[in-house]
């Protein structure tokens, strides 16, 4: 099993070695000059939108971030320490050896909604660029904090947790703070991306997993609630809003999906105000359903008594080959990106 953990790491760092050998390399023109932010008149990280209006872009923006608002909003209430849930509501992650509510896990999504919403705010009033920096890269910190949970078995096991989130913010604003245009909107654009391809890939191993061992063990597994309560609970009908565990973590694969794919259609087509508000969009689609997934998590009972996520046991090098897929996609979809733009320009060549 090592000697087939050792090959599988080997063959993913050799496709993303090729991978970074034959990235595309821009053509001249194709880096398009940094538009102007309408308020702060600070350099963006984009050049101008093609066919841009100003009402559809803030109308769009705007409906974006209210509707981001209102998800945080809620999900902040549902997951607030002194909101009453009841003890049948109860998810946990097993590790093999240790049951741990998701309690914290909610939460830390919560908060990623609330902080989307303030990057949606500052993007508003300040544009994409180094001064929204100070927002954006905390969208982006609170999923590596979704992925460190999950990886840790959805508690916070050490001290390392927050190093390693101080470490990821101070790398991510030093470097994109420190490099010139367009390398630092592209290193925060490859950032970002990775952890939007990981989100969906741990989302969906979560899920699977726990269907495998519900299928497999789920008439053996400890339930949710006491022995000595089920009579009790049939008793009196307790259980009026029910769903098949795991389900509700079908809502959470498919909101990272959207994101994801909103992104990496923004990424393609850099230069295209369509292609920025589907992404925009995008958010509208995958937040509120983000915050479904918590109100599902909080407030519904597993038909089955059983709610229980089944992290898989996987050595590390799982791990490890998960990370560097997720850097191999992201550097995929901004190769895909140089291409695209690299084309554009030869078709306006041919056009002269």
């Not at 992650?93 to 303030?118: I, K, Q």
């Not at 609170?142 to 999950?150: M, P, R």
């Not at 509208?284 to 983000?290: H, L, R, T, V």
Request: overall charge neutral.
């Amino acid at each position: 099993m090592r000697f087939k953990g050792s090959h599988a790491v080997i063959a993913s760092i050799a496709v993303l070695g090729a991978l970074i050998f034959f990235f595309p390399e821009p053509k001249a023109g194709s880096i398009p000059p940094q538009e102007k932010s309408r308020f702060t008149g600070y350099p963006a990280w984009h050049g101008t939108w093609q066919g841009i209006d100003p009402f559809i872009l803030d109308a769009s923006a705007g409906f974006s971030v209210l509707v981001g608002g209102i998800a945080g909003f809620l999900s902040i209430i549902w997951t607030n320490p002194s909101y009453p849930i009841s003890v049948k509501c109860i998810t946990s992650f097993y590790d093999g050896s240790h049951v741990t509510p998701t309690t914290l896990f909610n939460r830390v999504l919560a908060y990623y909604l609330l902080f989307t919403h303030f990057a949606g705010t500052a993007f508003l009033i300040l544009d994409l660029g180094k001064l929204w920096l100070t927002f954006g890269v905390l969208h982006n910190a609170w999923e590596v904090a979704l992925l460190l949970l999950l990886f840790m078995g959805g508690r916070v096991k050490s001290q390392w947790y927050f190093i390693i989130l101080f470490v990821y913010i101070f790398i991510v604003v030093l470097l994109s703070v420190l490099l010139p245009w367009p390398f630092d909107a592209i290193f925060f654009k490859w950032q970002g991306l990775c952890s939007d391809f990981a989100l969906p890939m741990v989302f969906t191993i979560l899920y699977i997993n726990t269907r495998k061992y519900l299928r497999n063990y789920g008439t053996d597994t400890i339930p949710l609630v006491l022995i000595e309560d089920v009579d009790e609970v049939e008793k009196h009908g307790l259980f009026p809003t029910t769903f098949e565990h795991p389900k509700q973590l079908i809502p959470l694969i498919f909101a990272s999906v959207v994101h994801t794919g909103g992104n990496i259609l923004a990424t393609w087509f850099l230069q295209s105000l369509k292609a920025f508000l589907v992404f925009q969009f995008c958010y509208i689609i995958s937040y509120p359903i983000y915050a479904y997934y918590i109100y599902l998590d909080t407030h519904y009972e597993s038909a089955s008594l059983i709610k229980r996520y089944y992290l898989p046991k996987r050595p590390l090098w799982k791990d490890v080959v998960i990370g560097i897929w997720s850097i191999v996609m992201s550097l995929s979809m901004i190769a895909i990106g140089v291409i695209i733009c690299n084309n554009d320009v030869k078709d306006n060549i041919n056009d002269m």
